[in-house]
């Protein structure tokens, strides 16, 4: 085969390095590639190889904004460990085959809750750690305290969270009514394993005086 | 205008000009290219979703803007029309100790914000006037964990953690060092000048 021409080449790589695209590169080569050989070849090889990778990478930096834009203002996905909230959730010590749940963060919005809806908040003595619990007191309620018969008041700004699986929660009976701005979302359904997709619903446990 | 015939109506040929007008508004409606209308604002909606997402992420996980408003930190920061730098980042690693103003939610109405100093941050002894103002009295308390107690630097003039005890630090949802507005206090917070 001939060698081609100098100054030809050169042309060939300039004008392919200013296209830049998967599309220009291979309409621009395949007219030339007869008289150019391996040159021209490397040359596709590699702009194309970059161009894609910039594509990747740009569509992975957007599609992780966007995610994290909706996990922080509508809705996530947490896996359940502990077994605070059993039967409601039930967690294995492999978070693969625990239950995963829908929070929404809707309800940040106003911190507008009801009694019995499951949340999920930071724990007041731990900020890295997240529970999930049924609320059972909303802020300015009287609550009675299961053990004892005691009394107290759930002050502003504050709820008493308790879990369902009363023998093996770390709840408010342990550390007191949690300020409201610790909560993360509200657990609206499950959605693993299969046997238990569904809602979660807002439920009173059976043995306690509900507050009027 | 209608033709009377014994009282039945027969329509007339589209030869009026209102008629006409009609049709040639209805082919102009056809000519316009929806299509490619509808898919450049799908695009430019596309874009501008893309914009507020990454604008959110920005100031919520990595660096804000405060506007503090009140009296509680008065002379470090005024009572109104300061702008402050909010770093996002210190809090959920963890940076924060004593000394710092940092952006809370309030633990009496969590859609409130406040801004006070970290006086002390768990397992500390912080020793703060009960009535300030009024008596001389003060107080000792041993910060528990997971907690910070916190105080606004006008002590006559603050609701803090003298009123509602040490806050959890889950509670704290930014740091705030840089100030940026007014131009004549643009720096440090603590700035001696």
Redesign the interface.
């Known amino acids: 085969p001939r060698r081609p021409p100098r100054n030809r080449s050169k042309a060939l790589v300039a004008s392919l390095r200013l296209h830049g695209t998967e599309e220009d590169c291979s309409c621009f080569c395949t007219s030339e590639v007869q008289i150019l050989p391996v040159c021209s070849d490397r040359i596709v090889l590699i702009m194309g190889a970059r161009s894609q990778l910039w594509s990747i990478a740009k569509m992975s930096v957007t599609g992780g904004v966007i995610g994290v834009t909706i996990s922080d203002r509508y809705v996530t996905v947490v896996a359940i460990k502990g077994h605070s909230m059993h039967p409601t959730m039930t967690a294995t010590d492999s978070a693969l085959r625990g239950d995963i749940v829908l929070a929404e963060k809707a309800c940040l919005d106003q911190y507008k809750f009801s009694r019995g809806d499951v949340i999920l908040f930071k724990c007041p003595s731990n900020h890295k750690e997240v529970f999930v619990k049924r609320l059972i007191g909303l802020p300015g309620e009287w609550i009675q305290l299961p053990a004892s018969s005691e009394i107290i008041k759930v002050p502003q700004g504050h709820c008493w969270v308790e879990g369902d699986n009363a023998a093996r929660s770390w709840d408010s009976r342990s550390f007191g009514p949690i300020p409201l701005g610790l909560i993360n979302g509200r657990v609206t359904h499950i959605i693993w394993p299969p046997s238990k997709i569904g809602r979660v619903e807002r439920k009173w446990p059976e043995d306690r005086i509900p507050p009027f | 205008m209608i033709p009377k015939t014994k009282g039945k109506i027969i329509p007339i040929e589209p030869s009026s000009p209102s008629a006409a007008a009609m049709s040639r508004f209805v082919r102009r409606l056809a000519g316009i290219p929806w299509r490619q209308i509808a898919g450049e604002a799908s695009s430019v909606g596309l874009l501008m ?2 914009g ?3 604008v ?2 920005v100031s ?2 990595v660096l804000g803007v405060a506007f503090p408003r009140g009296p509680s930190m008065l002379p470090a920061l005024n009572m109104a029309g300061d702008v402050l730098l909010t770093d996002k980042v210190s809090p959920r690693r963890g940076w924060v100790g004593p000394g710092d103003v940092v952006l ?8 409130k914000i406040v801004a006070k100093r970290v006086l002390g941050m768990e397992g500390d002894e912080v020793t703060y006037p009960v009535d300030a103002g009024n008596s001389d009295a003060t107080k000792t308390v041993v910060v ?4 910070i107690w916190v105080q606004g630097d006008n002590i006559y003039s603050s609701n803090d953690s003298r009123q509602f005890g040490p ?6 949802k930014g740091k705030m060092s840089y100030r940026i507005w007014p131009p004549s206090r643009i720096g440090s917070i603590d700035s001696k000048e």
């Open positions: 979703a893309q507020l997402c990454a959110h992420v919520e996980h809370l939610l309030s633990p009496e109405d969590p859609r528990p964990q997971g907690h806050v959890p630090y889950g509670l704290v």
